[in-house]
């Protein structure tokens, strides 16, 4: 079953850490790039980072360039997100992405991780 499991989101107070994981299973994780995207209720969805498959290229939003790390872990088929000096702002559910580097794969989506920021 190919599945995108996230975990690691928590309450957590302003200017704290949390690390995000997304767990592949049931396809090939080396052949995607990984994105991490955010929503907030009554607003669109954002963007956050994205990591191509070899992991040459990074982006970032600029809303969490420089406090937000991404990488992953092609042996151990995971994502990862590194949260530093949270906001209030960045409360949000957080859900991973997949897409392969190959055309017309479905794009793989996980069920969300919730990171609340509040004191």
């Known amino acids: 079953e190919v599945q995108l499991v996230e975990s690691g989101g928590d309450l957590v107070q302003p200017g704290g850490s949390l690390r995000l994981s997304c767990a592949a299973s049931g396809f090939s994780f080396s052949d995607y790039t990984m994105t991490w995207v955010r929503h907030v209720p009554g607003k669109e969805l954002e963007w956050v980072s994205s990591?191509?498959?070899?992991?040459?290229?990074?982006s970032y939003s600029d809303s969490v360039k420089g406090r937000f790390s991404i990488s992953r872990d092609n042996a151990k088929n995971t994502l990862y997100l590194q949260l530093n000096s949270l906001t209030i702002e960045d409360t949000a559910m957080y859900y991973c992405?997949?897409?392969?580097?190959?055309?017309?794969?479905?794009?793989?989506w996980g069920q969300g991780t919730q990171v609340t920021v509040s004191s």
């Open positions: 990591i191509s498959s070899s992991r040459k290229s990074i």
């Open positions: 992405k997949g897409e392969s580097v190959y055309l017309n794969c479905p794009i793989l």
